[in-house]
């Protein structure tokens, strides 16, 4: 199965990828190393065809909710320390950053795909200046972070 991240806020969360490097605008599908491919994915949680916002978990009580997934983010019994997995931690501290500083408040889940609805691992709260480095955004499976300004 895999490996979910979701996020949730009183405000719009952006969609779309972060992260892709290719050799121009011209040839968006080029890219010059492996690791310049490497990219997350934000989808947030309208469905076009209802016309309307449903919840990827029962533990969110945030309107606005995006989720994104890649095999290169660890959980916290799987760090490698390697490149990739360094890219996407970093695009998710950015992501997670912009996220806090614009609504105040971000609650940061993992699950993996078919269990958000399971009881809770862990529940933990903490202020963003807390979060030093992007490694200290791994978590445990179906861990949850209320993470403040």
Do not use: C
């Amino acid at each position: 199965m895999t490996q979910y991240i979701y996020l949730a806020s009183p405000n719009k969360l952006s969609q779309g990828s972060f992260g892709l490097n290719p050799i121009s605008s011209k040839h968006p599908n080029i890219f010059e190393r492996e690791l310049d491919f490497v990219h997350l994915y934000f989808e947030n949680n309208y469905d076009e065809e209802i016309k309307k916002r449903f919840s990827y978990s029962r533990h969110f009580s945030f309107n606005y909710q995006v989720t994104t997934y890649s095999n290169h983010i660890p959980l916290k019994n799987e760090l490698e320390g390697n490149s990739t997995e360094e890219k996407v931690l970093d695009i998710l501290y950015s992501y997670l950053e912009k996220a806090v500083q614009s609504s105040g408040v971000v609650d940061y889940f993992t699950s993996l795909n078919g269990e958000e609805d399971l009881n809770i691992s862990q529940r933990s709260k903490v202020r963003w200046k807390e979060i030093k480095t992007p490694y200290d955004l791994v978590l445990g499976d179906r861990e949850f972070l209320v993470i403040t300004l």
